[in-house]
């Protein structure tokens, strides 16, 4: 199970004063307004980061951590993402899952029929869509709607699927 997740990726700078412009990768864009603390995952380390203020702006979220004052602190962490630890996730509610911590789940029918294994998740405007790496039918897009996905088992790492008429 993953430890941190990711939250968004800081784009670009805001201004001159140290604010960055952060693609939020998270549901909830809004929790970036309790969040105190990030990890800024810079590829060679992890910089521990205290969040002064947050506003938003179109899609994006304006970020101003304490540690940086000025442009030419913060303008090389660019394409950077931001992460949490999993206790400063945003809690789960009932069904729902960390779509890190469900990528490489083995997918099987409701007749116990091995079918393949989650790949990825896709975020649609309307459900989210599994992809699903199958040896048998290649890559295969399932609506992960409660008609389709029948079980998720995190303890065994096992999603039950029914394969609707016309899904293959």
Known sequence: MEQLLQVGVITQPHGVRGEVKVFPTTDDPVRF???KKVILDTGKE????????VKFFKQFVIVKFKEFDNINDIERYKRCPLLVTRENAVPLEEDEYF???MIGMKVITEDGTEFGILSDVMETGANDVYVIDSKEHGEVLMPAIKECVLNVDMESG???????NGLI
Request: glycine content about 0%.
């Open 33 to 35: 307004k309790k969040l």
């Open 99 to 101: 779509v890190a911590d």
């Open 46 to 53: 992890k910089l521990d980061l205290e969040v002064e203020h």
């Open 158 to 164: 096992i999603i039950t699927v029914h394969l609707m």
